[in-house]
Every structure is written in C-alpha cells, then in structure tokens.
C-alpha cells in the first residue's frame, strides 16, 4: 500500500494569484527538483540545503528561464508527508504554474492523486484516518465553528478519546482471555459484574460522543432551514437578509418568480442550508399544485423550518394550510413588517400553533438578532462557544461509533444471561475493532482510497 515514488502536484488554488506553490514530495524530491533548479548562487542546491530552508533561483527548462522561485526544503521524516518534501514557491499565474509542473513531471516524480500528500502523511503513521479526514473538514469547512471543529480533530482529539475506550475494552479482553488458558492464576469469579459497570461507562461515552453527531452535522453542513409562508409575506427578503446579498428576488406581485435556491447563509457565527424546494414565494401555490405530500416532505427533510407571517395582513387560510404542516417539526415563527402597522401579534400566532415567535422586518432587519438569539437556543443549548469539545462531524465515525455501542449491548446481555466469557471477548473484540476502524486500523484499500479520493489535488 505505501508507494514511495515521487509525487508533484498543484498545492494552490486553480485561479490566478501572486504566489503559487508546486509541492513534490518522495524520495526522489530532492534529485527532481535539482534536476530544474539554478540557485542564484551557482555553488547552492537543494540537495545541500538544510530541512525547514529555503534556497533562491530560476527554475529552468534547459536553457530558458520559466519563472524564479523560492524552494523549501523539508526533510523526511519531518515534513508532512513524513518523506522528503520540496514546495516549490514561483509566480501564481495557473499557466505557468502547469508548465512548471509538468517540467517537475519531466524531470521525474508522477503527478499527484487527490489527497496523495495526506495519505502519505496516513501511511507513514504521522497522523491517524481521523486527522487525515480533518484536514480534508478543515479545506471544505464553510464557516468558522466549522473549521474549528476540523482544527480540534486535527490535533487528535477524537483520537485520543477513541484510544482511551479501547485501551479498556483491550485489558478486559486480555484478562478474559488470561484467565481462560491459565484459570490457576487468574480469576474470573465475580468479574462480570466489574466488567459490566465499566461497559456501561464505555456505552455512555460512546453516547455522549453520538450525542454530538446531530450538532456536528449541522456545524459542518449548516442547519438545514426552509423558508414557508404565503405570498407576499417576506420570505425572500428574509432570504436577502440573512444572505446579506440580494440573491432572491423580491417582487411586489405575489407568486410571479420561480427561483430555485440552496444557500449556505452565516448568521453571526450560525451557520444555515437555506432550502428552497419550491420557489420561495409559491409556498401556498406549491401546497396546492404538488401536494401536500410533497410539502410535507421537504419540511420533514428539514432542521429549521422559518414559518414567515406577516404581520400587516390577518391571518388566512393559507396561513393555517401552511400551519397545519408544520405541527411537530422544529419551527421559529417570523412575524415579519413589525416596522408597518401590525394586524398580527404575537398572541394571535401562539394561539395558533406552538413555536417560538420572533419579530422583525426584513426590510430593515430590525429583530435578526432575536433571531440570531432563538437559533443558538434552538440548536447550540443558547450559546456558540466551542471549547475544543469533540465533534462527530462524519458519518463514517458515527456509524462506527454505533456499531460500537450495538457490541457493548450485547455484551451486556450476555453478562445478563451467564453467557460463558468466551461470548463476551467475541462482542468485545468487535467493539473494539470498530472503534479502531475509526481510527483507520485495518482499512481497507477500498476505502482508504474513497477516503483520500475526495481531497482536493495538491493536498
Ligand atoms: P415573498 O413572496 O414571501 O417572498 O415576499 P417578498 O420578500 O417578495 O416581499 C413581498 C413584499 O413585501 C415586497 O414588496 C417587500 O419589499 C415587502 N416586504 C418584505 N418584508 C418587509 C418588511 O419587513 N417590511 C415592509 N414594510 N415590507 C416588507
């Protein structure tokens, strides 16, 4: 599994910037890049220059000049990829950059598979499957508690919780096992019961970190909110709102525009999946042409739905149609056009259906902080600190985490039933292997390779 040609890719963004960065890395980094190279000063090379330097010159293709540039030399195994590394510093224009890569391809080292540099890293043991998947979080994260939840399991947080579950599952399994080849020097009398408080310890731990898996998903994806009300109500000004841009379009004629939209939207620190299934200013329309089945749908698919009402017109039949929808699913009532003279108040809405009711107008957005204020109750237990707490933000993990518990279940059942121990190492050992599986132990190829497929190139 573990390669050790010599890789090169692209490490900055396809768009034309003043710096960009070729990456090469393996064991041959060092003899590619000097095969390319003149140092300015003409006694310099790479192969001389110390880790974690840097040497000046022109990268050369035979006799012309491509481009001048800065190359940092880091040494196996103290680099990133845990092999010899040389980054490759020149002008950020993507034509030269290809060209300059393509002549490092000349001059010996393959180009990259996405997210190679990282499995590197994976495979020489420097970071485990959880880190390397963090990295990826970090390269995608859409907003700030995003990147800092992928910053946390980047230092192996996860990890470290994850490792002290197992270092005890692992001692029973080898107390267990002791004491079944050599039943004169170990005991078993009486240790089920020891066995079964710590396994519902472990199961509470396994909980507490799949207790985490709905907020980490929200974190990472953002809430996935729809917006509802009747014509002319204020969703798509809301929409604007909250976006801070003008993307929807807002009209004066009720129902005129048909406009698809998924936004991710940022709300002081909040991070919101905008849905639009619809059309955001045909929600009645859409209730009666694609059906209430339909409707239905796309509200249970959602975290948060914002049932916009405005305030300056009663209540109507398609306020209650739209009500009679959103009964048992988590809602935050906007009573919009408070700066108009109000025919709807709060009461009347609570009257009506039971959720929060925030007031604004999303014309002058006055009230988005009371909004701001009802999200973090309703999703962040009404505050947005994160304290290096551990998130499960990926599936992979959570699914793990639940097979974990499935074992730990069984265990106790067995204890329960006066199973002979040897049933109890059996589900332990599976626990314990699916936990490590999310540690990336015993990985197969198959999904090591799905894993790192889904990195960017040059990472
Ligand atoms: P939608 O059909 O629900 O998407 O409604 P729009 O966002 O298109 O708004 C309909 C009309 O109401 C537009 O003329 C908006 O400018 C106006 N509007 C929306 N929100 C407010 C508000 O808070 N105050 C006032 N005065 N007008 C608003």
Redesign the pocket.
Known sequence: MFQKDTIAAIATGMTNAGIGIIRVSGTEAIEVVDRMFRAKNPSKTIQDTPSYSALFGNICDGDSVLDEAICLVMRGPNSYTTEDVVEIQCHGGIVMLQKILELVIRSGARAAEPGEFTKRAFLGGRIDITQAESVMDMIHAKNELAARSSATQLQGKLSVKIKELRRMILEHIAYIESALDDPENYSLDGYSEGLSVQVTDTIQSVNALLATADEGKMIKEGIRTVIL?K????????LNQLLGEERAI???V?GTTRDTLEEDAVIQGIPLRIIDTAG??ETVDIVEKIGVDKAKNSVKDADLILY?VDAARPLDADDKQIMSLLKDEKVITIL?????EQVVDKECITCEIQTPVVE?????GDGLQDLCECLKNLFFHGKLTMNDEVYITNLRHKQALMETRESLERVLDSIEQQMPEDFLTIDLMAAYEQLGYILGEALGDDLANEIFSKFCMGK
């Not at 014509?231 to 809301?238: I, M, T, V, W, Y």
Request: hydrophobic share 40%; glycine share 8%.
């Open positions: 009300g014509p002319n109500a204020g969703k798509s000004s809301l807002v009209t004066e009720a955001i200013h916009v919009n056009k408070i700066d108009m604004i107008s999303a014309k002058t």
